[in-house]
């Protein structure tokens, strides 16, 4: 029997949707690690790594994990599900996996080739079924996704439920407009402050508990959300309102939101804006806690997969009203 695999459209952190659907293939980051034709166990996948993407011991078995997937795992004929904001594509594989030189400057080298249903036409995001819904809220590149029977089911019918060829998804273009106004400051009512309470009531969805912090800016470090999850897992949460000519999220905010950090804490940062390489670098350094990032366009990706769940009130605080028109 088939499986059925999501694989994110952010090869290397960039968006690549389009490609993915012009070029009828999936991809995944990783650049500068060379062909994995060779893999047969991920210890072979730890190898490849080498020094090229220094991480933490979680950091280093997710990257594993999802290379491993991509590589080994997923078989010909398997269904393809690739989110996309709030809408869902569905295709099949086609080959088995492949590297392609020329990408790896670009961050796609690791490929696969795939067919897209109902005429490469994004399936909403709303009508899967459950426990489709809730497995896509993995934060994983590549991971499988259950039951295999309500993806095929989505696929063989509910070809009505479909977007038609050339009819643009309504949120489309205001996704764009939105993030262009929440980097420029001009979403009103939403600044540094309310952007806190933004992102926490989105993050909520993901991490139930999720609350603000009284903290305030030290050497001592920062946490501006902060929740326990089931098994002691505290998630610290750091807000960064960044307007594009502050630039990118530096190591600095990294340091101090690890500085906030105990041992086996899992942290995030949420920017506004953009995430430099530096930050990243700094991140991938720290060996027993891990910190992940959100930036403006995933941001915004979250906001509009979980616009139907958000009350009206809760929306005055994102900037939006409930017919989706910015304040």
């Known amino acids: 029997m088939c499986r059925a695999w999501v694989v994110r459209p952010y090869p290397h952190g960039i968006y690549r949707m389009q490609e993915f ?3 009828n293939m999936i991809a995944i980051g990783w650049p500068g690690i060379g062909d994995l034709s060779f893999v047969r166990t991920r210890d072979d996948i730890e190898q490849a790594l080498g020094t090229e993407y220094q991480s933490s011991p979680k950091q280093l078995g997710q990257a594993k994990g999802n290379l491993f997937r991509f ?3 997923i ?4 269904y393809v599900v690739v989110p996309d904001g709030g ?3 569905f295709g099949s594989v086609t080959s088995d996996y492949k590297y392609v030189a020329e990408n790896d400057e670009q961050g796609f080298p690791h490929q696969r080739s795939a067919i897209w249903f109902h005429e490469k036409s994004p399936f909403p995001r709303q009508h899967l079924t459950g426990l489709n819904w809730n497995t896509l809220k993995g934060k994983l590149s590549v991971f499988e996704i259950r039951p295999v029977e309500d993806v095929r089911d989505t696929v063989e019918n509910k070809s009505h439920l479909f977007i038609s060829p050339g009819n643009d998804r309504p949120n489309t273009e205001l996704k764009k407009v939105y993030l262009s106004s929440l980097q420029r400051g001009s979403l009103r009512g939403v600044n540094s402050n309310t952007f806190e309470y933004a992102v926490c009531e989105l993050l909520s969805k993901y991490y139930p508990g999720l609350r603000r912090l009284s903290t305030t800016n030290s050497s001592e470090g920062d946490t501006d959300l902060m929740t326990e999850l089931p098994g002691n897992v505290i998630v610290r949460v750091q807000v960064k309102h960044f307007y594009p000519k502050e630039g990118d999220l530096r190591p600095q905010d990294v340091e101090q939101l690890a ?3 105990d041992l086996g804490d899992h942290g995030i940062i949420v920017t506004s804006g ?5 930050a990243k670098n700094r991140a991938s350094r720290y060996e027993n806690i891990n910190i992940d990032f959100i930036d403006g366009d995933q941001f915004v990706d979250l906001l ?3 616009i139907n769940e958000i009350d009206d009130n809760s929306l005055h605080v994102f900037g939006l009203t409930r017919t989706l028109r910015m304040i």
């Open 304 to 306: 509009f997969e979980n």
């Open 87 to 89: 809408d869902v594509y």
């Open 75 to 78: 078989e010909l004929d398997d």
């Open 259 to 261: 500085a906030s950090m």
């Open 21 to 23: 659907l012009d070029e």
């Open 71 to 73: 590589v080994r795992e």
């Open 274 to 278: 953009t995430i430099g390489p530096e």
